[in-house]
């Protein structure tokens, strides 16, 4: 069953709501929070078919987006219930309102949108897709292989495949099961043999018509007792409220209110079994008065969706005409075309963006952006422009840079503030153990260099620092740690705080060695463990292993990794393998991007690196000296990569 | 036809014909007029009312205070990802300070009450709709800095909103100072509005100010001795030590909100709770604050 749909402003206001079964708000906040915020799970392309998903909290989140009016169309439902036609409800639901409510929708300093009278569109549009999906399921399930329906169900598949119906009925078995005895199809002792019958009543289902198949439902439906039964009297009680109020006074308000009595009800099982009863009866009394009231809301409901997709149509029509119509035709389009585009006013399709992506992309290659990460850029502008209307006197091209430059803008800023000292005087306030800092990366990238240069900073703040010496590895390390602790000794004689190097030779374990020193500095007061560890390629799955252990021994409390600015299409692949290198439930803090100097305003890995994995920057090493350690500043790295 | 000949248009132009004469007039008058719509309808749709900007952290209630000014219920809100902007009529107890001594049914009176209402996302990376806003501030009158009294309580939620107000104020004190007119720019209130008051666990507004106060003075020495940021190394300036931005008076010491009064920014704190269950709350102390500044 569908447990709550939504439509949501991009501003955050829900402006129509349904709930069947109260999902706690936190669901859709972190749809918003992970997908349309931070981009941490990226939708497939709608062109696949199906609408995006989204899991939560044993939820399922389906949504779909109406760009130009900044609408999100949202259904939350079990995700132990396999529910096919909720892309379906979604598409006709967005037409509607769009078709309904869309000039509402375009009033400018205005939030509110007066739609009470949607929820009998939306009654109607579940009612018509739960029933057709109910007596089209048989036909589906022969197309569709074993493997798309839920695992529960694969077993009992197995024996019966001999008959259509019995998937079908293993499907809804576990689902009924699965779900808290909140719905009423729970709450009904269900025989499997009946449910037989009324699938063989109605072997044509799938062929039927719309029109036809609601007669159909009118007659033989009271007959069974299984579950397409209950899906129907749950619909055929929404009708019937409706035909209620259209008695009265053509009032919507009466069957608002029962609608609402009817879905709060369902909280408890004994009345929900004696509303079932009335329902039936009641049910069976107005079935004709009911039928020509709704027949009345159907064909509206339908015109507005057709008109809705006529317009696509027609729109992709013209396009396509334009682009394959005579002469005459081509160059009057391209003029309005070109005029549209310099007046603005344009909506823009894919065909338009298309030459100003490429060109967009080929830029943020020459910017050292690795090529993944340019064109998932350049698919998420497309995503955020396709529908939109470019605001008047703007190019495409200048519409889609402020785009850019916003979507890299989000990208880079951090979620969270990335204050390295307050983090540490707060642990360090909380607990004895020390603050524990480690550094990863590839070979030669900076590792030792970005460490001594962390630890210059803390001195300056006063920090009692050890530096552990974890490359056990390449020789010369621990030496090149000895002479960065030696200089900065001379500092912090001057500067106060102190600093000491923790190292035990070559050839031990990396992890127990940084485990050491965790405890050694604790006996020893230092406030801060910096671990420096061996270089290793990121694709050698023997070598990375060993961060995991690491990870687990060392506990630190930061993880950093240096990446090169040198680098160029890698540096994705670095980002992704050393933050999955830590197993689960430990993922990289942040980056230190190292060498910046010296690519100019080719910073282009820092986008790739953040857009890979999500994980901020935290420092640029911008030059050679230890005071050369800088934060990040968003503003400017956007400004040089779109300059 | 070359343009000397007798019946070309340049000569059909210069002669003393009617229909020269008609078109040249028609042009004349219509010409005006045209241009007067069209530069009037601009500026009618560039509207030149007060407007109060929400910012805050994420999950203070700013969307909500939005819709219940508005529409005087509060609908559900899930976290905004894009600014909103409505217009919005003072609520009936209130009357704007400017027209104090209006009488109700003045006309005037009624076209005070309105002002815009500016909603800002406050997550983390959208935040650059608020500073932008805050950079070019134009009609701005007041921030109302939304947040919410319970999350204040804990070490995260007050990080987060004191290093947000603490980027707010600082941005509003280097519009002051970085002003080019010895008068200084216009006076940019700010009200923290301590919301949902009617939870348990929220501070009463006394405390949220205590506890933003000590907060932001923690910000302000941490971004002191925090590394430089990376602007001019990477765009090839020469790294002269620029001044670190310090917020409110120099010295050091705790930062105190009546240090802003110096800059043009008086704050104020007021408790509120947005919605009471599914009930409206009660939010007059921000609303008679907005009517202050109107």
């Known amino acids: 069953m569908l447990d709550t749909f939504e439509i949501v402003t991009a501003s955050g206001i829900v402006l129509w709501s349904r709930t069947y079964v109260p999902v706690g708000a936190h669901v859709i906040n972190s749809l918003i929070r992970d997908v349309f915020i931070e981009e941490h799970t990226l939708p497939q392309s709608e062109d696949s078919g199906s609408k995006p998903t989204y899991k939560k909290d044993g939820y399922t989140v389906k949504w779909t987006q109406a760009k130009d009016l900044g609408l999100v169309f949202v259904a939350v439902y079990q995700s132990l219930v396999h529910l096919t036609w909720i892309d379906k409800l979604l598409d006709n639901v967005r037409a509607l309102f769009v078709g309904l409510y869309g000039e509402q929708l375009k009033t400018e300093l205005s939030s509110v949108v007066n739609c009470d009278r949607f929820g009998s569109y939306f009654d109607r549009q579940m009612q018509e897709l739960e029933g057709q999906s109910d007596s089209s399921a048989p036909g589906i399930k022969i197309t569709t292989p074993d493997s798309s329906i839920d695992n529960d169900s694969a077993e009992e598949s197995g024996p019966a495949a001999g008959l259509q119906k019995p998937p079908q009925r293993a499907l809804f078995d576990t689902s009924a099961d699965s779900t808290p005895v909140q719905t009423p199809d729970t709450s009904r002792p269900t025989t499997p043999a009946s449910r037989i019958l009324a699938g063989k009543a109605r072997p044509a289902g799938a062929r039927m018509s719309r029109r036809d198949r609601k007669k159909a439902s009118g007659s033989p439906a009271p007959a069974s007792s299984g579950d397409e039964a209950s899906a129907k009297r749950k619909g055929k009680s929404a009708k019937k409220n409706r035909t209620w109020g259209e008695l009265g006074a053509e009032e919507e308000d009466g069957d608002m209110v029962l609608d609402y009595s009817q879905s709060d009800i369902r909280g408890g099982a004994a009345e929900v079994e004696q509303l079932e009863e009335i329902h039936q009866d009641t049910w069976g009394r107005k079935t004709t008065r009911g039928e020509f009231v709704l027949k009345d809301l159907d064909e509206e409901m339908d015109a507005i969706i057709q008109e809705q997709n006529a317009k696509k149509d027609t729109a992709a029509a013209a396009a396509a005409t334009a682009a394959a119509g005579g002469i005459v035709g081509s160059s009057l389009g391209a003029i309005g075309g070109y005029f549209r585009n310099v007046v603005g006013g344009k909506t823009l399709t894919k065909e338009d963006l298309a030459k100003s992506l490429k060109a967009m992309e080929e830029h943020l290659l020459r910017k050292n952006v690795a090529r993944e990460a340019a064109v998932r850029l350049c698919e998420s502008v497309e995503r955020d422009l396709v529908g939109m209307k470019t605001p008047s006197f703007t190019t495409i091209e200048s519409t889609l840079r402020t785009s850019m430059e916003k979507a890299l803008t989000r990208i880079l800023t951090p979620t969270s503030s990335l204050d390295l000292l307050r983090e540490i005087s707060t642990i360090n306030s909380s607990r004895s153990r020390p603050y524990v800092l480690s550094i990863v990366g590839v070979n030669g990238v900076g590792k030792s260099t970005n460490l001594s240069k962390i630890a210059f900073f803390l001195l300056q703040n006063h920090h009692r620092v050890l530096i552990a010496a974890a490359d056990t590895f390449r020789s010369g390390a621990v030496e090149q740690l000895r002479v960065h602790v030696r200089n900065l000794q001379e500092l912090s004689k001057r500067e106060g705080g102190s600093v000491d190097l923790f190292e035990k030779g070559y050839g031990k374990d990396a992890a127990n060695i940084a485990a050491d020193a965790v405890v050694y500095a604790e006996k020893h007061h230092f406030n801060v463990v910096l671990i420096d560890t061996a270089g290793r390629r990121h694709n050698d799955q023997r070598l990375m292993s060993s961060l995991e252990k690491f990870g687990k021994l060392a506990n630190p409390d930061k993880i950093l990794m240096v990446g090169e600015a040198l680098v160029g299409t890698d540096s994705v692949a670095q980002a992704r393998n050393f933050n999955a290198s830590f197993g689960a439930g430990r993922k990289l803090d942040g980056f230190i991007i190292s060498k910046t100097d010296t690519v100019g305003d080719m910073v282009g890995t820092l986008v790739s690196m953040v857009h890979a994995t999500g994980i901020p920057v935290v420092f640029l090493g911008t030059g050679q000296h230890y005071s050369d350690l800088r934060n990040l500043n968003v503003g400017v790295i956007t400004r040089l990569l779109m300059s | ?294």
């Open chain 2, 1 to 294: 036809m070359a343009w000397y000949d007798e019946d070309s248009w340049l000569t059909q132009a210069l002669s003393p014909k009617l229909s020269t004469i008609v078109i040249t007039l028609a042009i004349a008058i219509f010409l005006p007029i045209l241009l007067h719509s069209f530069l009037y309808r601009k500026a009618a749709s560039a509207t030149g009312l007060p407007t109060f900007l929400l910012v805050g952290p994420s999950g203070g209630g700013k969307t909500a205070f939005t819709t219940l000014t508005e529409r005087g219920t509060v609908p559900t809100t899930h976290p905004s990802t894009t600014p909103l902007s409505i217009e919005a009529l003072l609520p009936d107890p209130h009357v704007p300070a400017s027209s104090h001594y209006r009488s109700p049914g003045d006309p005037a009176f009624e076209r005070s009450r309105r002002f815009i209402i500016l909603d800002t996302p406050g997550h983390g990376k959208l935040r650059n709709y608020a500073t932008s806003t805050l950079a070019d501030p134009g009609n701005v009158r007041g921030i109302i800095f939304v947040v919410d009294a319970a999350a204040i309580d804990e070490e995260a939620g007050l990080n987060e909103a004191a290093e947000y107000l603490h980027d707010v104020l600082l941005s509003l004190q280097k519009r002051y100072t970085n002003a080019t007119t010895s008068k200084g720019p216009k006076e940019i209130p700010v009200l923290i509005a301590a919301n949902k008051m009617d939870l348990f666990t929220a501070l009463p507004a006394s405390s949220v100010k205590t506890k933003l106060e000590k907060a932001i003075s923690e910000v302000r020495n941490n971004r002191a001795k925090a590394l430089r940021d990376a602007g001019a190394a990477l765009s090839g300036g020469d790294e002269v030590d620029e001044e670190k931005e310090w917020l409110g008076e120099g010295g050091e010491g705790s930062f105190e909100f009546d240090e802003m009064r110096e800059i043009g920014t008086a704050v104020d704190i007021v408790g509120g709770n947005v919605c009471q269950g599914k009930n409206s709350g009660d939010v007059a102390g921000w609303w008679s604050w907005i009517g202050e500044h109107l």
